[in-house]
């Protein structure tokens, strides 16, 4: 069973471009969040969402930053108009279903993004 | 609000030897979990251990286990016959069953001495 992965590991962009990272829960998983991890810091709550729907977006910035999780496809955070606060590491976690192990979230690698 | 804090950042140990990794954490709710994460340079979050915090008995998975108080709100990670493969960012995480996501701690760097 495929753990999730994210892509891509590591992401240029200039200030002023769009990042786009891509997060495939595991099998059978249907929560996807996103977290963001600046340099020497803690995780930090983004986004929390289900097929076709956002349940808590109350740590997204509100502007230039969206997320989705279509029903076909993985799970794509946004962020438009990179400008350098917006390096960091960004994590996508996923859980099962079942109500015992649904606060269970288990983490891709992370994807690095460096903003030039 | 909830609040997450581990007030080491940084610990090292000798290798074989037992360390202790402190967290205290702030909720109102009952309902609740709490979570360690081990963070190594590979920069994968990997779940060490898991805490619900309705049972009394302190989690144990193997070298790993914790002290849990509820009352003083504190649950410290104890890794035992430690290896150097334990060289680690730790962080303690609190998961509330009606908010569905985790708060972290800052992190505790963990260095092995061989």
């Known amino acids: 069973n495929a753990g999730v992965m994210q892509n891509p590991r590591h992401l240029v962009r200039r200030r002023g471009q769009e990042a786009r990272l891509r997060c495939s829960p595991m099998k059978g998983h249907s929560h996807v969040y996103w977290y963001r991890q600046l340099p020497e810091e803690g995780l930090k709550f983004m986004v929390y969402l289900q097929k076709e729907n956002i349940i808590d977006e109350s740590g997204m910035p509100k502007e230039r930053f969206s997320a989705e999780f279509p029903k076909e496809g993985p799970s794509i955070l946004r962020i438009q108009q990179v400008v350098r606060g917006d390096s960091a590491a960004y994590f996508c976690a996923s859980s099962p279903e079942t109500p015992l192990t649904k606060n269970i979230q288990y983490f891709g690698a992370g994807t690095r993004l460096s903003v030039l | 609000a909830q609040t997450v804090t581990q007030s080491q950042p940084e610990m090292s140990v000798q290798e074989a030897e037992t360390v202790t990794l402190s967290c205290t954490y702030d909720?109102?709710?009952?309902?609740?979990?709490l979570f360690w994460y081990k963070q190594p340079p590979s920069r994968q979050m990997i779940l060490v251990i898991r805490q619900e915090a309705y049972k009394q008995q302190n989690a144990t998975e193997n070298r790993f286990s914790v002290n849990f108080q509820k009352a003083a709100k504190s649950f410290s990670l104890k890794i035992s016959d430690s290896q150097l493969g334990d060289a680690a960012m730790y962080f303690c995480a609190l998961y509330r069953q009606g908010a569905q996501k985790l708060v972290f701690g800052q992190g505790t760097r963990l260095t092995i001495n061989p």
């Open positions: 909720t109102s709710e009952s309902d609740y979990y």
